[in-house]
């Protein structure tokens, strides 16, 4: 019998209350990479509902989507985005600066094409990546940086400090929304790392996604919502101290939060972090109801702006078919009759068709051949970059609508 291609959870992923409360229903949507190149080949849908727990606090969807329907079209690779690069030398610094002198080892957590490894190596540090993707990680091993081809958790760790040692450095970029079992992860790091040794966990924070309304960032690859409060317990779980945090430069709201066995003193940032945190009243069901009010009203809002605009006439394009942007253009029900296509740069998505929404995605060349009157940036947390795109290559500079952060609003209108 085929695999299910999701299923519902009875119980908390971390820890194991049947409570859970729904906070916002997306309605039911496909995989959001599941892109068609033929409108009648039908796609599987699965509900996308966040839900909390009740008992210990933490975000998370109601469904598991197999992960062979999630992966195995992923293409993403660190090193291709151009800011992934500098802020994998200032990361590196970060690290060593609070590690102190003398670190000589560095495990890296999911690490892709292990750029994020390099500028270690660059330091004279030696590495080691684990990523469960065969061809990536065999890939950075020819390039020079080992990564075991392996899912890492406690069991992968056992091998790794048999064979090669404890390290003064593990993390994990942006890992741990995506595994279901995050605790075991935790305690993989934990178990690397020497006593002295210093980790960081990079995730996508909760309270900007509350403040700023990024509810198109929930989709099904993202099992976990985290606040800092979630990560902290679940690191104090496994004996780890979280003593700082930093705002990512890069994926729009990150926290990569610092930690030790040792306990050290809290920085400022971690103390004002707590508290910003707590003020969003994020570990009680009142902020993520207030959340979900806000995110319907939002999307009330963002279609009324978007049909006006429709009702004047002229062609208006969406700019960018992400996993974010099916989400918002699922949940807000947008279709062939309030956009005309999507444009991408990505090759491997052009000639395809939005999943659920039926959009068709062309390549900024031929969609500004014969330009749009209006563009809505679907891409909005490269706002700057394809504004500056289609100014530059196409000298187009017509009214944009973002729909996010915060309330929908035109510009240049
Ligand atoms: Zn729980």
């Excluded at 103390?271 to 109801?289: D, F, I, Y």
Aim: hydrophobic content about 40%; glycine content about 8%; charged content about 20%.
């Amino acid at each position: 019998m085929a695999q299910a291609l999701s299923r519902k959870i009875d119980q908390c992923r971390l820890c194991g209350s049947a409570r859970l409360q729904t906070v916002l229903d997306l309605g039911s949507q496909p995989p959001a990479n599941s892109l068609r190149s033929s409108l009648s080949e039908t796609v599987p849908t699965v509900p996308l509902v966040l839900c909390r727990c009740e008992t210990c606090g933490v975000a998370q969807l109601t469904e598991t989507v197999a992960p062979q329907f999630l992966f195995s079209q992923y293409v993403w690779v660190t090193g291709t985005s151009k800011g992934a690069q500098g802020y994998s030398e200032r990361f590196c610094d970060e690290m060593l600066n609070r590690v102190g002198p003398g670190a000589s080892f560095a495990v890296e957590v999911a690490s892709n094409d292990g750029s994020f490894l390099k500028p270690f190596i660059a330091k004279g540090v030696r590495v080691l990546g684990v990523d469960p993707a065969r061809n990536i990680a065999a890939e950075a091993t020819a390039a020079g940086i080992e990564t075991l081809p392996e899912f890492f958790g406690g069991a992968c760790a056992r091998e790794v400090t048999a064979k090669h040692g404890l390290a003064d450095i593990a993390f994990a970029r942006n890992v741990l929304p995506h595994v279901p079992d995050p605790k075991d992860v935790i305690a993989g790091m934990a178990q690397c790392l020497k006593e002295m040794g210093v980790g960081a966990i990079e995730f996508h924070r909760a309270d900007t996604i509350v403040r700023e309304l990024h509810y198109d960032s929930i989709y099904h690859e993202h099992f976990f919502y985290y606040t800092l409060r979630d990560v902290e317990g679940m690191l104090q779980g496994a004996g780890l101290h979280a003593f700082d945090v930093m705002e990512s430069p890069i994926s729009g709201g990150s926290w990569v939060v610092y930690f030790s066995k040792q306990q050290r003193a809290a920085s400022e940032a971690i103390t004002a972090a707590r508290k910003g945190e707590e003020a969003l009243q994020l570990h009680k069901a009142e902020g993520w109801m207030e959340f979900a009010a806000k995110c319907k009203a939002h999307r009330e809002a963002f279609i009324k702006l978007l049909r006006d605009a429709r009702a004047k006439g002229g062609r208006i394009f969406g700019y960018g078919a992400s996993a974010r942007s099916s989400t918002l253009l699922n949940y807000c029900g947008i279709g062939p009759g309030d956009l005309d296509c999507v444009v991408d740069k990505s090759s491997y998505k052009h000639d395809k068709f939005t999943a659920g929404t039926n959009l068709p995605i062309i390549a900024p060349e031929t969609a500004f051949a014969d330009p749009p009157d209006r563009v809505v940036m679907l891409a909005w947390n490269f706002t700057d970059e394809i504004l500056d795109d289609m100014a530059r290559s196409f000298n187009w500079t017509g009214p944009v609508l973002l729909p996010l952060p915060g309330a929908p609003k035109w510009i240049r209108d």
